[in-house]
Each structure stands twice: as C-alpha cells, then as structure tokens.
Nanobody, 120 residues
Framework: VQLQASGGGLVQAGGSLTLSCQAS??????????MGWYRQAPGKQRELVAE??????SYADSVKGRFTISRDDAKNTVHLQMNSLKPEDTGVYYC??????????????WGQGTQVTVSS
C-alpha cells in the first residue's frame, strides 16, 4: 500500500490550501476502513486533524468549521480543504489510511508528509 500526498505549501494567514492523498497498490482483498490527515508541528506530537470512514467524520476541535475532509472511494483518494488558515496550522501533514487485511482491522499506512506553512 502506497500513499502519495500533495498540495502543501506556503500561504498567508486567512488563505486556503487543499491537500490530496491517493492510496495505491491496494489488493482486492483489502478494505480501506478510514482515511485521514494528521499533522505534526515543530516540537509537538503528531495529532489527528480529520478522519473519515465514509459514514463517520471527525475533526480536531481546532479545525472545526475551517477544514473539510472528503473521500473518493472510486479513486481511493482523500482530500482536505483547509480554509481560514492560521499560523498555528503550520506543520507537516501526513496522510493515513487504516485497512482491514484479512481478519486484521485497523492496519495503518502513512504517507510521506507534506509541509504546510502559514505566515502571519
């Protein structure tokens, strides 16, 4: 399973960015349970930003109302639309996919990370 993320960059506070992540090399016997985005700011632990299982979606409190996650199951792709960006949104954003493989659920795969920098 490979996850390819794109869309990071430098933006001014109040601006917008869209991150995209496509999962590939998915065996037909695999099931993607959920996909999401995590971020890690300098000196801080990685934290959940948003996650979707298709039926359920969750957001970090700090991004509710500003970020929207969406998933395209046909393309095994997840997008994160980020609006009204703040300097505290700065960090490396990682795409994650949690799969059921055989009888084993919630096996995690991670993308390479994409830098998001919000200037004040």
């Amino acid at each position: 399973v490979q996850l390819q993320a794109s869309g990071g960059g430098l933006v001014q506070a109040g601006g917008s960015l869209t991150l995209s992540c496509q999962a590939s090399e998915i065996e037909t016997s695999f099931t993607i349970d959920s996909m999401g985005w995590y971020r890690q700011a300098p000196g801080k632990q990685r934290e959940l930003v948003a996650e979707t299982s298709g039926e359920n979606t969750s957001y970090a409190d700090s991004v509710k109302g500003r970020f929207t996650i969406s998933r395209d199951d046909a393309k095994n792709t997840v997008h994160l639309q980020m609006n009204s960006l703040k300097p505290e949104d700065t960090g490396v954003y990682y795409c994650a996919a949690f799969l059921t493989i055989g009888t084993m659920p919630d096996i995690a795969f991670w993308g390479q990370g994409t830098q998001v920098t919000v200037s004040s």
